[in-house]
């Protein structure tokens, strides 16, 4: 659930306290003139300079070429090599070459992981380097068509260590929902009489019902103060998914893989900056949800402690409050849990898209879910207390 | 300290809402209902038809909301606490939500403040008068301690030094227990009043300046959805519905996505969910959802209603809320309602208007239709692993 906790950057630090030699001071705004400041901004800034001063270079069997096709506005990889291809690329022709589109292939040579020549169409692959025309970085791209914040957020999340594929809509259509009209009961005069009699209550809204109905506990009376309102029906949006991102997984297969842990529309506000219709954020979650036909079951392993590391406050609080929670009562273990689970239902709503914002080269990310405080369909609730209705959150246990 | 501490709030905020419990009325309560023991059924059953036959529905208290220059104002002492603690409605002019106004000024002017009769507001005071002085300690350490560094610092620093920075860990610890616990949670006992008899007699006449003024959807809901209240001039359920209506529709006639219809219906789904919903203006929302109300927890929902037909709002907009509710750890969730179209609408309205019970209004605003959206920051960096 780490996407979903509010931002706190110092819970992630390692708490330093526990470590004897990088104790955290006050910070130092201005210089003091005093030769212990200077020497302690010298050693790390040569401690920086250090690390940068080493000569970082590619190995000549690692070399990448890549043949650009104008045409189709990509590029052609006959050999591909090294750990690139675990998510880019499609595979072309029958000697294991591989087609980037032009996001992917721009990523790699800015990162100087590859270099891309032009062919006039009967280059063999072979002797492209000595026939081709060597294209730098700023021909490549006045040559390849690209949406500039696309490849933005392409290459930040990349280089961020992320997996990313083009999203490619699978869908055919949604069935568009249909109201299904109530009739309502004319109450008749036996009814009323008892309603006279003090045997019958009146219904919820009449200025009688609590005057004529005895109630035991307060979660009845929030359930008839219900007005059962339903939600907004499905229309159809403009907006489209651009990227299917997963987070770093070794077992990662481009032929078969899992469903994305998020799904990102990139949106271009240079120019336009109203926040998208709710018609447009909802045909994304349906888009989404019919996609993800089995929603991964948010199962997270413990994250491998790096040893060296000394835990960090989070994660030093989360475990004092399970011994904490190791010593109660069974049933109120149980109690905790489900209304720990609940939260996270309602935190976390239940179809997220993480829009994209590009605003003339600046990112910013937003996560926008469908809000569940209905909490229908929520099974690990159900498995716990089945009779309750989870949705009230005025609790009488 | 903390447990006693919440089983009196449990005692004072017993109810959520001002209605009264036949279990707590006449103290009984139905049999358990045991889904495989049919013998459970008939004796329920039985208890069940008993209650009903013998036991008048306990009345609920009726409290008198006055509607004057454009405000639904309480005035009466009892009702302002009773309003206050059973489901957090409305606030009081002179104080920070509940009206504690009086009982302030009263303590005030007692010799011997007693923590117990610390009011929230004195308690912000309180550490905010801590946290200034932490820093200015805080300064003047900082201060010793470059003159240290420099070599130019006496011996008298040197010991005014090590106080110092004594202190001033003291004074950290201090703010970091209090800003943590729930300590700023004030106990207040409450029949604590009537032990100081004595010195209270001169302050007796002290006048009630305080009222509490409850909003259009908290007045509304009072009386559409609970009927607990009683508007001396505005009689029917639908002519409380007319005037609030009015607030936002100058002329005369009510249109399907009414500013006050809209927010109502956001009000009262979350209501009828058992959240506690307080206005949300401190934070450039509409409402703000508590799980039992202020003074047990901080609210956990910013809620922002908004129209699905419309584009209120721009993307710098938002960013600037949603920053403003992450920053005090709460979630934005936008909230659109769906308006029912105006032929719909009006022939629901002359509906209300042959029929005064308010069944027509629930059969109204049942038309409305409400989704929400949560909107959070993304940062990729946090979440890779």
Request: aromatic residues 10%.
């Amino acid at each position: 659930m780490s996407q979903i906790d509010l931002i706190e950057p110092e819970d992630e630090l390692p708490d330093y306290s526990q470590l004897s030699v990088p104790k955290r001071g006050e910070k130092e705004f201005q210089p003091d003139g005093t030769t212990i400041q200077q020497s302690a901004l010298q050693t790390s800034l040569e401690a920086m300079y250090s690390a940068l001063d080493s000569l970082r270079m590619h190995h000549i069997k690692q070399k990448l070429i890549g043949i650009w096709r104008t045409e189709d506005n990509c590029c052609y990889i006959p050999h591909p090599r090294g750990g690139y291809f675990k998510d880019m690329g499609v595979p072309s022709g029958k000697k294991g070459g591989v087609v980037l589109n032009a996001i992917e292939c721009l990523y790699l040579v800015e990162r100087g992981s590859m270099a891309v020549y032009l062919g006039d169409g009967n280059n063999s692959e072979e002797d492209i380097e000595s026939t081709g025309l060597a294209l730098n970085l700023s021909y490549l791209y006045a040559l390849a068509k690209v949406d500039l914040a696309q490849y933005q957020i392409y290459s930040y999340l990349k280089r961020l260590g992320y997996i990313i594929q083009p999203y490619t809509s699978k869908m055919d259509h949604i069935p568009l929902f249909k109201p299904i009209k109530q009739t309502k009961m004319k109450p008749n005069y036996l009814v009323g009489l008892a309603r006279n009699w003090g045997i019958l209550s009146y219904p919820s809204f009449h200025p009688m019902h609590f005057k004529t109905k005895h109630y035991f506990n307060y979660t009845d009376i929030f359930k008839s103060l219900s007005l059962n309102t339903e939600s907004i029906p499905k229309t159809t949006g403009n907006l489209k998914i651009t990227f299917r991102v997963w987070k770093p997984t070794p077992s990662f297969s481009k032929k078969s893989p899992p469903s994305p842990d998020f799904h990102v529309v990139v949106l271009d506000t240079s120019t336009d900056t109203k926040f998208p219709s709710f018609a447009d954020v909802q045909a994304l979650h349906d888009e989404i949800s019919s996609t993800n036909i089995k929603p991964k079951e948010q199962v997270k392993s413990p994250p491998k402690k790096k040893s060296s590391m000394p835990p960090s406050k989070k994660e030093l609080r989360a475990k004092r409050q399970a011994e904490r929670q190791s010593k109660l009562d069974q049933s109120i273990q149980k109690r905790n849990a489900y209304l720990n689970s609940r939260d996270q239902h309602l935190k976390n709503g239940s179809v997220t898209v993480v829009i994209a914002i590009v605003n003339q080269g600046i990112i910013n990310f937003v996560n926008l879910s469908r809000g569940n405080f209905k909490l229908k369909e929520c099974d690990n609730l159900d498995n716990v207390f089945p009779n309750k209705t989870h949705s009230i959150i005025y609790n009488e246990f | 300290m903390g447990k006693r501490n919440n089983r009196q709030l449990n005692k004072i905020y017993s109810r959520p809402l001002p209605i009264t419990l036949t279990s707590q009325h006449y103290g009984i309560t139905l049999p358990t209902l045991y889904p495989h023991n049919p013998i459970s059924w008939i004796w329920f059953m039985i208890r069940y038809c008993q209650i009903n036959v013998f036991y008048p529905v306990p009345e609920s208290q009726t409290f008198e909301v006055h509607w004057e220059n454009g405000i639904f104002k309480v005035v009466d002492e009892e009702s302002m606490m009773k309003l206050w603690q059973m489901g957090f409605f409305g606030k009081g002019v002179l104080s920070r939500s509940e009206p504690t106004w009086k009982e302030r000024v009263l303590a005030r002017k007692k010799e011997n403040v007693e923590a117990k009769d610390v009011a929230m507001e004195d308690i912000t005071k309180m550490r905010r008068e801590e946290r200034k002085l932490f820093k200015s300690s805080r300064a003047q350490l900082q201060e010793l301690e470059l003159k240290d560094r420099q070599g130019i610092i006496t011996a008298e620093e040197v010991e005014q030094l090590k106080a110092l920075s004594e202190t001033v860990q003291v004074l950290r610890k201090k703010g970091r227990v209090s800003g943590r616990s729930k300590s700023s949670i004030v106990e207040r006992d409450s029949d604590g009043e009537d032990t100081d008899s004595e010195e209270e007699e001169d302050w007796e006449e002290l006048a009630q300046l305080e009222y509490l003024q409850l909003q259009l959807v908290e007045t509304f809901f009072l009386k559409f959805a609970l009927n607990v209240i009683n508007i001396p001039g505005i009689a029917s359920t639908f002519d409380l519905f007319k005037t609030c209506c009015y607030q936002y529709d100058n002329n005369q006639s009510i249109q399907p996505n009414n500013k006050f219809i809209i927010d109502y219906v956001v009000y009262h789904h979350f209501r009828s969910l058992g959240w506690c919903v307080r206005s949300g203006i401190k934070f450039g929302t509409d409402f703000l959802l508590y799980k039992r109300g202020p003074p047990f927890t901080h609210a956990e929902y910013c809620v922002l209603v908004m129209k699905p037909d419309e584009q209120e709002y721009d993307w710098f907009q938002m960013a600037a809320k949603a920053r403003v509710i992450g920053t005090v750890k709460k979630i934005f969730v936008l909230t659109y309602v769906g308006c029912p179209s105006p032929e719909e609408f009006k022939e629901l309205v002359s509906q209300c208007e042959k029929d005064d019970t308010g069944l027509a209004i629930g059969d109204l605003l049942q038309q409305y239709k409400v989704s929400e959206i949560l909107y959070r920051r993304w940062a990729p960096s946090r979440t890779r692993d």
